[in-house]
């Protein structure tokens, strides 16, 4: 595709329940970035992947959140035991990797809500 | 670590009008990238204009210009001929030159077009 798509859209899990967020990058983009983006706030860094690297987590709020980038391309943010402060826009980035054009291109996100 | 404050948690502007978002950030770093994203109500986040803090010249692109103050920490965003599609959250975001590629994003802005 043109750009970098998530799946699902939208997600509802009732408190405890593990869900699982996917991201399709760009074609050939290197790094892949996971941000939360909480309702009236700014998105916050998760995670970055250089291609099936995991090269920064320091954003992860809590051993309940786990990515993934096995082939260098697709991801999957997973949560388990969810709660409700959980709830959040997921947003996924990809970029070329290189600093000199390094602009995030930006997928629509998953909307996640806790119940 | 590095902070991005947005303090004007709204704004609004007539179309055709000259409109100027204000960004401050702390940082200890001499050389680091800032950027002006822009994301509608859609909520796909997409790249308004991006400033390197070693070029001491502004950059623009069309009828976007940011005020570049490296000494008092600012990074404004003009907006002129403001259009209706201009109507959006504004997010102005940070990124250091080593480690991690990851963005510091602000609170945001929104911004209304009146017609």
């Known amino acids: 595709g043109a750009g970098v798509s998530q799946s699902p859209r939208y997600k509802v899990a009732k408190r405890g329940q593990d869900v699982a967020l996917r991201c399709d990058p760009i074609s050939g983009h290197v790094s892949l970035f996971w941000y939360q983006q909480a309702l009236g706030q700014g998105p916050e860094f998760l995670t970055y992947?250089?291609?099936?690297?995991?090269?920064?987590k320091s954003g992860l709020p809590s051993d309940r959140f786990f990515a993934e980038r096995p082939e260098g391309s697709v991801s999957t943010l997973k949560i388990q035991r969810t709660q409700q402060e959980d709830s959040a826009v997921y947003l996924c980035?990809?970029?070329?990797?290189?600093?000199?054009?390094?602009?995030?291109?930006f997928g629509p996100g998953t909307r996640l809500t806790v119940l | 670590a590095q902070t991005v404050t947005q303090s004007q948690p709204e704004m609004s502007v007539q179309e055709a009008e000259t409109v100027t978002l204000s960004c401050t950030y702390d940082?200890?770093?001499?050389?680091?990238?800032l950027f002006w994203y822009k994301q509608p109500p859609s909520r796909q986040m997409i790249l308004v204009i991006r400033q390197e803090a070693y070029k001491q010249q502004n950059a623009t692109e069309n009828r976007f210009s940011v005020n570049f103050q490296k000494a008092a920490k600012s990074f404004s965003l003009k907006i002129s001929d403001s259009q209706l599609g201009d109507a959006a959250m504004y997010f102005c975001a940070y990124m250091g030159q080593g480690g991690s590629e990851k963005l510091v994003f602000g609170k945001g802005m929104k911004l209304t077009v009146n017609p």
């Open positions: 980035a990809s970029s070329l990797g290189q600093r000199e054009t390094n602009e995030q291109f």
């Open positions: 940082t200890s770093e001499s050389d680091y990238y």
């Open positions: 992947f250089q291609n099936e690297a995991q090269l920064d």
